[in-house]
């Protein structure tokens, strides 16, 4: 059960997936998510309140998009994943299993909020340049949960941040995928133990994301127009999130191709970010 870090030497002897309460297993990953939804909650609304908005319409959204967020998350992964789902239909609604796509929420979370503001009469572009810096906090947050799952991580390194994982925690399927990647063929031997050695690309995407929230944290007071923090969260994320994934073991692939979904995706959010930023541009200019 330990995690080791052997280049910045580093060893958590004991990591454990959750917590047993009155007999039912409570899984670190779920513990983590609420924190960060619940951290993302307070970000935005400080944000609120330092732009002059009311701070309890961002609960009111919270509490709309956390269901369809979650719902959002597990369709991508069953969607990108059909060739195994479409045989095992009665495994999809079984999320303690594991199988959770952050693009799929973050698409419904964005769904939902053009729906409320709708409903509600708000700015759309104006809650999510709120919204977006909370989303962000709860992102760096919830890829610790991949830590505790041994997930999301990348082929062989002998980088810096190089992370060793036992072999013995693989089994099933995740051996398969182990053996479909370069990690089998350079264990590594501690004591009578052989680890795999793989890129931390959760760690990764968590120290990228918080560099994209430190650029907003300072943009913030020079935006221009409604939208534009949205942009650079497109833009931003977008770019990291294509490099990061490119790096990945387990990436779902887009229909059958070898088009990584999530990298496409990532493009997608880029062009649309720079689409956006030069279109107000000219308006600016106009």
């Known amino acids: 059960m330990d995690i080791r870090f052997p280049n910045l030497n580093l060893v958590f002897p004991h990591v454990g997936t959750g917590i047993i309460v009155f007999g039912f297993e409570i899984k670190f990953y779920g513990m983590i998510i609420a924190f960060g939804f619940l951290a993302g909650l307070m970000i935005a609304q400080h944000e609120a ?6 701070p309890e319409i961002y609960l009111d959204y919270l509490l709309t998009m956390t269901i369809p967020s979650i719902i959002g998350a597990r369709a991508y992964y069953v969607l990108f994943s059909w060739d195994y789902y479409k045989n095992h239909l009665d495994e999809i609604v079984l999320t303690r299993n594991g199988g959770m796509a952050i693009y799929g929420g973050v698409l419904a979370a964005i769904f939902v909020l053009f729906l409320f503001c709708k409903v509600r009469k708000y700015s759309p572009r104006l809650m999510a340049d709120t ?3 909370g989303l962000l ?24 941040f190089a992370m060793q994982i036992p072999v013995q925690y693989f089994f099933g399927d995740r051996i398969s995928d182990l053996a479909a990647s370069d990690v ?23 120290l990228w994301n918080l560099g994209v929230l430190l650029f907003l944290l300072w943009f913030r007071k020079r935006k221009k127009w409604d939208g534009q923090m949205m942009a650079v969260y497109f833009i931003g994320y977008g770019i990291g999130r294509f490099w990061i994934e490119g790096l990945r073991t387990d990436s779902l692939y887009f229909m059958g191709t070898g088009i990584r979904a999530s990298q496409l995706l990532a493009l997608i ?8 930023m030069i279109k107000n541009h000219k308006k600016k200019k106009i």
């Open 137 to 160: 906090a709860g992102q760096i947050l919830g890829r610790w949960g991949n830590f505790f799952n041994r997930e999301a991580f990348g082929g062989y390194t002998d980088g810096l």
């Open 184 to 206: 089998l063929d350079h264990l590594v031997t501690v004591g009578n133990q052989s680890y795999i050695q793989v890129h931390p690309t959760f760690l990764y995407e968590g």
């Open 269 to 276: 959010l880029v062009l649309i970010g720079v689409f956006l």
């Open 49 to 54: 309140k330092r732009t002059g908005q009311d």
């Open 131 to 133: 919204a977006v810096m």
